[in-house]
């Protein structure tokens, strides 16, 4: 009596040539890494501390993270506790806030 390994992994009688196999697409098989979701460009959030020398903090709502701006990626003058629409840029000390605007 000859046993063998079916695809499972269980002990069968039956040779692997006599076997039902599954077909494998050849599209469902991913090579290399997982591909990149897009994230959405325009965040928004609100203007948790602003300094007079030009630059503050916008938490982002959702994540919650705090992130750089300066006034001069501005359109228009902020205020603390403004709720703004943002873009985030990855910059040498992590993200900066870009293309700044006030939300209504």
Not at 16 to 32: A, K, M, T, Y
Not at 59 to 88: D, I, L, R, Y
């Amino acid at each position: 009596m000859f046993l063998y390994v079916d695809a499972n992994g269980q002990l069968t009688e039956t040779r692997p040539e006599d076997q039902n196999r599954e077909g494998v697409n050849l599209d469902d098989i991913q090579l290399g890494a997982a591909p990149i979701e897009a994230e959405e460009l325009v965040k928004t959030g609100i203007v948790t501390f602003l300094s007079d020398k030009g630059y503050g903090f916008i938490t982002e709502a959702g994540s919650q993270e705090n992130v750089f701006f300066h006034e001069n990626n501005c359109a228009h003058q902020v205020k603390k506790g403004n709720k703004v629409s943002f873009e985030k840029e990855r910059s040498p000390k992590g993200f900066s806030a870009i293309n700044i605007q006030i939300v209504k």
